[in-house]
């Protein structure tokens, strides 16, 4: 069982929690947001990173934004050809989909921090992966340069 304490800021520390099986109450001294905040002074994905560094979180950043734009990628691609085989079709499409809801997850996790700058980096690079490779903006042109100029 969890034991929560609010703070006005919009901050919940975690006091204590219960360990089921033990029995045992374990303490530990976390932050954790449940609204959005500003500031590189932010945690996710991995403990300890990005830290407090601005170069780490703007590395943090482009990592979240990266994410999400692979995300698209494996969404749009065709990963397969024609005339392959269709038990490794499945499979490797199995893969693939299995691959792509683990980096979600992990977009998700980011977002969950509510830091303000995560949630625009996830943001931004679903939309920049969807404008490369959804949509039909770059698929049309793609298409009208391939005909022949005509003067």
Not at 28 to 37: D, G, Q
Not at 38 to 58: I, Q
Not at 118 to 123: E, G, M, Q, R, T
């Amino acid at each position: 069982m969890e034991v929560m304490h609010h703070n006005i800021r919009g901050a919940l520390p975690v006091a204590a929690w219960r360990n089921a099986t033990a029995g045992h109450v374990h303490h530990r001294s976390v932050l954790m947001h449940v609204a959005f905040y500003w500031g590189k002074n932010a945690e996710f994905l991995f403990s300890g990173w990005p830290g407090s560094s601005m170069g780490m979180y703007a590395l943090a950043l482009i990592f979240v934004f990266g994410l999400a734009v692979l995300v698209e990628w494996l969404s749009h691609c065709k990963h397969i050809k024609p005339g392959a085989n269709r038990v490794a079709s499945g499979l490797f499409q199995t893969g693939i989909h299995a691959v792509r809801a683990g980096i979600v997850y992990m977009v998700m996790l980011a977002v969950m921090s509510y830091n303000g700058g995560v949630f625009i980096a996830a943001v931004l690079g679903h939309a920049v992966g969807f404008l490369l490779f959804g949509s039909r903006v770059l698929k049309e042109l793609g298409r009208t340069s391939d005909l022949p100029m005509s003067r």
